[in-house]
Nanobody, 121 residues
Framework: QVQLIESGGGLVQDGGSLRLSCAAS??????????MGWFRQAPGKDRDFVAS?????????TYADSVKGRFTISRDNAQNTVYLQMNSLKPEDTAVYYC???????????WGPGTQVTVSS
C-alpha cells in the first residue's frame, strides 16, 4: 500500500507564506519514483489542480495559471517527500490541500487526507 501524509497547513495573513510537505511511504516507493502533485478544494467547490512534478526528465514541473509565479513544487526523492512552497498567498487560496501520486496508468490513484490552508483578508 501507498500512504501519503500532508503537513504544514495553517492560518496566514494575506501576502504571507507557507510550505506544505507530503511524505510518501509504502512498498512501491521503495523502488519507484512517482509523479507527484498538489490539488486543492474549497468548501462547496470542485477539486482543482495546483501543481505537479515529474519523476523523470529532470523533474518537469507544471502549475495552474492561478498560482504561477507564487507557488513552487519540489521533491526529495531520497526521502520520498514532495513540497509546495506558497508565497504571496491570497484569500482565494483558502482550501484543503491534497497531495497525490500518479501511477503508470496515468491516474491519480493515491491521495493524502489533506491539510487546511486559510488565508485571512
Amino acid at each position: 500500500q501507498v500512504q501519503l501524509i500532508e503537513s504544514g497547513g495553517g492560518l496566514v495573513q494575506d501576502g504571507g507564506s507557507l510550505r506544505l510537505s507530503c511524505a510518501a511511504s509504502g512498498r512501491p516507493f521503495s523502488r519507484y519514483r512517482y509523479t507527484m502533485g498538489w490539488f486543492r478544494q474549497a468548501p462547496g467547490k470542485d477539486r482543482d489542480f495546483v501543481a505537479s512534478i515529474a519523476s523523470s526528465g529532470g523533474g518537469t514541473t507544471t502549475y495552474a495559471d492561478s498560482v504561477k509565479g507564487r507557488f513552487t513544487i519540489s521533491r526529495d526523492n531520497a526521502q520520498n517527500t514532495v513540497y509546495l512552497q506558497m508565497n504571496s498567498l491570497k484569500p482565494e487560496d483558502t482550501a484543503v490541500y491534497y497531495c497525490a501520486a500518479r501511477t503508470l496508468s496515468g491516474n491519480w490513484d493515491h491521495w493524502g487526507p489533506g491539510t487546511q490552508v486559510t488565508v485571512s483578508s
